[in-house]
Every structure is written in structure tokens, then in C-alpha cells.
């Protein structure tokens, strides 16, 4: 699960149409970089990648590929470069996770811990 960093503030500072903006560049760099896995978006500026046949490591490795693809990506909007983090949390579905909802759940719970230990990270649980 990932969630774009401050995203309100580019909406508020810039209008729904940078932010629909960014949410189309983060898109293009979710699907080049998981060309394989299945991506979607979870609502608002929330992400899901379901990576398959890769265990904890892997992903955490690949998604912290994907992050500082993000943290070093200029997104031009009108006269206006913007630049945007993403917090991550990467869980494993394993013998201990009863149903794919409670994955969810846990990756999320991971999301926020990376959004609490000061955003622009990638937690794994």
C-alpha cells in the first residue's frame, strides 16, 4: 500500500487539476516500474500493488526502487514543478494472514507507521 505525501496541500496550493496531474505521473512510474504485478488504485491518492511470487525482501528492495523513482521525479503543471513522496508499506501473505482483506489491513497498518516515522519511507512488517 502506498499513499502520496501531502497530497491535499498540492490540491489546495495548486488546484484538483495539478493533482489530478500528479496522480496520472505517479500512474506512469507505478506501471513501468510493476509491469508485471497488479496495480490499482485504492481511492483517492492511496495505491495497492499485488506483487506475485515475491517474498517481503523482494518487494521491499522493489518498491524502494519505486519511491526513489517518485522522490527524484519533476512533475511539470503549468509554470509549476512539483515534486512528491510516497509512504509505503509492504506486507507478505503467509500461513498467518487468513484472507486477502487482512492483508490489506496489515500493509496499510504499515503505510501509516511509514507516514508516522516522518513520510518519503518504505515500512515492512
Known amino acids: ?12 496550493s495548486f488546484g484538483h487539476m495539478a493533482g489530478d496531474e500528479v496522480i496520472r505521473n505517479l500512474s506512469e512510474i507505478l506501471l513501468t516500474t510493476f509491469r508485471t504485478d497488479v496495480v490499482g488504485r485504492m481511492g483517492g491518492e492511496e495505491f495497492a500493488v499485488v506483487m506475485l511470487n515475491t517474498d517481503s525482501q523482494q518487494a521491499y528492495i522493489k518498491t524502494e526502487y519505486f519511491r526513489q523513482a517518485v522522490e527524484k521525479n519533476i512533475i511539470i503543471f503549468e509554470q509549476h514543478k512539483l515534486r512528491v513522496t510516497v509512504s509505503i508499506g ?14 490489506l489491513n496489515t500493509a496499510d497498518s504499515a503505510m ?10 518504505t515500512v515492512i512488517v
Open 1 to 12: 500500500m502506498m499513499d502520496i505525501d501531502y497530497f491535499k496541500k498540492i490540491n489546495d
Open 112 to 121: 501509516y507507521e511509514a507516514k508516522c516515522a516522518g513520510r518519503n519511507c
Open 90 to 103: 509492504v506486507a507478505e501473505f503467509n500461513d498467518e494472514t487468513p484472507d486477502f482483506d487482512a492483508l
